[in-house]
């Protein structure tokens, strides 16, 4: 069974450009949720996805906007970037809306 | 939205010593999540709880359901040095969606 994975692993930016993170969920999983983690930091919930349809959202503006597709792989996209944005990006799944499985991120870093 | 604290931010433990560490919330959970965090890797889950008073057990890990439903709690026992990373606390905000804790800062000295 694969896990979950994301891809690219590093990506470098620079302020005002967009980026999209992509992320696959873990077989038989229909759940997919974003999480923003800053350097010494815990995780904060972006947002969730759940059959290709919003399913809650954090405290991040429009900018940080998002999909999710029929096989249940998921994108992040966030345009006009700041320095603010570079963190590590996190997508979990789940197969029942309790447990969540993370992949092993993504770093990015705007310049 | 519902904040969780964890203590103690960061130990310093002997190779063998067992270790406790706790998560508090300021509004009730009905589920705990204990995840460990290597650097540069995303989360792993450890342990989940769902049930008030609940213990589980994962090999040497052991986590509690705080009975008030608003703590909970991990023990590691016979530490060793595969140990060493940031464990997490997390429940559910609103909805499904989770928060998480600031992480407690592990390190085994040999």
């Known amino acids: 069974e694969t896990g979950v994975t994301q891809s690219p692993t590093h990506l470098i930016k620079t302020r005002g450009q967009q980026v999209t993170l992509r992320c696959s969920s873990q077989s038989g999983h229909n759940t997919v949720s974003w999480y923003q983690q800053a350097l010494g930091q815990g995780p904060q919930f972006i947002f969730q996805y759940y059959r290709e349809e919003e399913n809650g959202r954090g405290n991040f503006p429009p900018r940080f906007s998002g999909l999710q597709f029929p096989n249940y792989s998921s994108e992040l996209n966030v345009n006009a970037l700041e320095l603010d944005d570079s963190a590590l990006y996190l997508c979990a799944s789940s197969p029942n809306f309790r447990e969540q499985f993370f992949g092993p991120g993504t770093r990015l870093t705007v310049l | 939205g519902q904040q969780l604290n964890q203590s103690p931010q960061s130990m310093f433990i002997q190779e063998g010593e067992d270790v406790s560490m706790n998560c508090t919330s300021s509004?009730?959970?009905?589920?705990w999540l204990w995840y460990k965090q290597d650097p540069g890797e995303g989360p792993v889950l450890l342990i989940a709880?769902?049930?008030?008073?609940e213990l589980t057990s994962n090999g040497r890990l052991t986590a509690q359901f705080g009975i008030t439903r608003k703590d909970s709690f991990l023990n590691i026992s016979a530490s060793i040095p595969s140990d060493v990373g940031i464990y997490f606390c997390a429940g559910p905000d609103y909805g499904q969606n989770f928060v998480f804790g600031p992480g407690t800062r592990l390190s085994v000295l040999p």
């Open positions: 509004s009730i959970f009905n589920t």
């Open positions: 709880l769902y049930k008030a008073g």
